[in-house]
């Protein structure tokens, strides 16, 4: 069955930096166009970039551009969020979504909770 | 920007009730709008694609319509374990954006 496995949030500071992981498993990995969706605390649900089954195209949220990066190895089934310069508005779950070309979101992770707090 | 604006914010239903919740787009998206319910503390789960198609393993009592700039989601016989928040979705065009979402509790 298709799963999707985030890791590698925590605790740091306002200006520091955290990569987020995502094992796939469960299907062909290399398939698919994948996306990463935040929510604060008690928030709803916001996009924050895609990438394509290739790597060949990202995109991202205006409130992320320039400081998160978007990649993936399908080599090693794992899609990655770089962030840097982070802010305490980051502060949220990061989930990692399936998604088909102009589709919906039809698997989902659990998330993994990332706090941007001094 | 395409925003997408539920209604309502918040919703008190008895079980077996019939809920309704709307979706109204800034622009038209066609029929490229998605649902999706999280229960407190897991992840969303798809209900609902392209706006009427049924997702497999969702409840038959879920149901989606619309098209253009305005979407309903409608559960048919509200069960308690429907107690959820509600989010639409759209992938007409990016950014990819949903909606401030709709909290459904069971009296």
């Known amino acids: 069955q298709v799963q999707l496995v985030e890791s590698g949030g925590g605790l740091v500071k306002p200006g520091g930096s955290l990569r987020l992981s995502c094992a796939a498993s469960g299907f062909t990995f290399s398939d698919y166009y994948m996306s990463w969706i935040r929510q604060a605390p008690g928030k709803g649900l916001e996009w924050v970039s895609y990438i394509s089954s290739s790597s060949s195209y990202t995109n991202y949220a205006d409130s992320v551009k320039g400081r998160f990066t978007i990649s993936r190895d399908n080599a090693k089934n794992s899609l990655y969020l770089q962030m840097n310069s982070l802010r305490a508005e980051d502060t949220a779950v990061y989930y990692c979504?399936?998604?088909?070309?102009?589709?919906?979101?039809?698997?989902w992770g659990q998330g993994t909770l990332v706090t941007v707090s001094s | 920007e395409i925003v997408l604006t539920q209604s309502p914010d918040f919703q008190s239903v008895t079980p077996k009730e019939k809920v309704t919740i709307t979706c109204r787009a800034s622009?038209?998206?066609?029929?490229?709008l998605h649902w999706y319910q999280q229960k407190p503390d897991q992840s969303p789960k798809l209900l609902i694609k392209?706006?009427?198609q049924s997702i497999s393993g969702v409840p038959s009592r879920f149901s989606g319509s619309g098209s253009g700039t305005d979407f309903t989601l409608t559960i048919n016989s509200l069960e308690a374990e429907d107690a959820a928040a509600y989010y639409c979705h759209q992938s007409s065009s990016l950014p990819w954006t949903f909606g401030q979402g709709t909290k459904v509790e069971i009296k």
């Open positions: 622009q038209s998206i066609g029929s490229s």
């Open positions: 392209y706006a009427s």
């Open positions: 979504a399936r998604e088909g070309v102009w589709a919906p979101f039809d698997y």
